[in-house]
């Protein structure tokens, strides 16, 4: 019974040593100034559409630079090598998706078009809920 709990303890030492780990990669830096920007742009009253597009211009291309880094977990999430490698596609993938929602609400902020505002970010939180569902150990 104490091998048990042992190996127990050991798991979860290490599904916590992970979560703390992926706050520390370079891509959680790049996804914590992207959610920033985010955030100013959706909460700063004194940002024109104008500076919101420079904003969200700025995110696009932090996303461009989140493509050099994988997430860690998904040495752990997939066992197979093969299935690692199609994570790893996908993942960029919807990276690829995420950029093209990024340019249209910038492109939708410059239009002053408030329909199409909406709907980038809807986009963007959809992609952004099926990208941390899928390929964050929580």
Same mark, same amino acid.
């Given at each position: ?50 500076? !919101? #597009? ?7 291309? *932090?996303?461009?630079?989140? &493509?050099?880094? +994988?997430?860690? /977990? ?17 993942? !960029? #993938? ?7 929602? *990024?340019?249209?609400?910038? &492109?939708?902020? +410059?239009?002053? /078009? ?25």
């Amino acid at each position: 019974m104490k091998i048990k709990q042992l190996l127990s303890l050991g798991i979860t030492c290490l599904s916590l040593i992970s979560i703390a780990h992926a706050d520390e990669t370079e891509l959680g830096k790049i996804m914590d100034e992207v959610n920033d920007i985010f955030k100013t742009v959706k909460k700063d009253a004194t940002l024109d559409n104008n500076g !919101k #597009a420079e904003l969200v211009r700025k995110a696009a291309s *932090l996303y461009i630079d989140s &493509v050099k880094h +994988l997430p860690t /977990d998904i040495q752990y999430l997939y066992k197979t090598d093969a299935d690692k490698e199609v994570a790893f596609a996908d993942y !960029k #993938a919807m990276i690829g998706t995420s950029y093209s929602h *990024l340019c249209l609400l910038e &492109v939708a902020y +410059l239009k002053n /078009d408030e329909a199409a505002i909406e709907q980038a970010w809807s986009a963007i939180k959809d992609s952004k809920k099926k990208g941390h569902k899928k390929y964050i150990d929580e």
